[in-house]
Structure formats: C-alpha cells, structure tokens
C-alpha cells in the first residue's frame, strides 16, 4: 500500500507558477513509476507528466504541457515534484499525483495504468 499527500496548488494568474509536491510514504513508494494527473471539472482525468523510478528516471510528457512543467522526484525525501511555469486558464484542474503498476511503463500517461491516488490540489488560474 503506498500513500500520497498533495500539496503546492493554489490561485494564480496566467503566466504564473506553482510548485506541487506529492509526499509518498508505504512500502517500496520508491520503486513505482510516478505520474501527475489532472481533472477539470465535467472532464476526464488525463495524464499531464511520468517519471520512472529511480535516479534519472525517464519522464514523459502530454503535448499541452510540454515546455512548461517539469516532472521531478527526490528519493530521499520520498517526494514527487510537478513545476509548472507560464500557466494558461486551459490548465484549471484539480491535479492528482499517482503510483503505477505494471502498465504504466507502457501506458505512462494513462490514468488507468495506476494503482494509488492522491487527494488532490487545486489550481485555479485566472486570465
């Protein structure tokens, strides 16, 4: 069983940034491929950013977000990072952070490749 907490979201204008942060705790957190998550209202949950396990690991990008946020992970601290820079109100979600299974190597951006959810946390931009 792994467990994740989110954090860092918040209101922000457009052009703005956040920091969000994901603090994962439970048995062998480390050795899952990660991912962020987010869903606006009345729309799926899609999948924004992957980053494999390990030092180093090899992240992946939705084409809407690419340029922009950066997916990060310190082991040490077991915590997951999502910075996202230059934000537009299209990017109005509540964003989850999540743990994959064994799918999520292939399908790294597929919510439903991933075993373990976060609550949540709110980021609202405004035009």
């Known amino acids: 069983q792994v467990q994740l907490v989110e954090s860092g979201g918040g209101s922000v204008q457009a052009g703005g940034s956040l920091r969000l942060s994901c603090a994962a705790s439970g048995a062998t957190s480390s050795s899952y491929r990660m991912g962020w998550f987010r869903q606006a209202p009345g729309k799926g949950r899609e999948g924004v950013a992957s980053i494999a396990s390990g030092g180093g690991g090899a992240t992946t990008y939705a084409d809407s977000v690419k340029g922009r946020f950066t997916i990060s992970n310190d082991n040490a601290k077991n915590t997951l990072y999502l910075q996202v820079n230059s934000l537009k109100p299209e990017d109005t979600a509540m964003y989850y952070c999540?743990?994959?299974?064994?799918?999520?190597?292939?399908?790294?951006?597929?919510?439903?490749?991933?075993?373990?959810w976060g609550q949540g946390t709110q980021v609202t931009v405004s035009s």
């Open positions: 999540a743990a994959g299974g064994p799918d999520s190597r292939a399908f790294p951006l597929a919510p439903f490749a991933y075993y373990y």
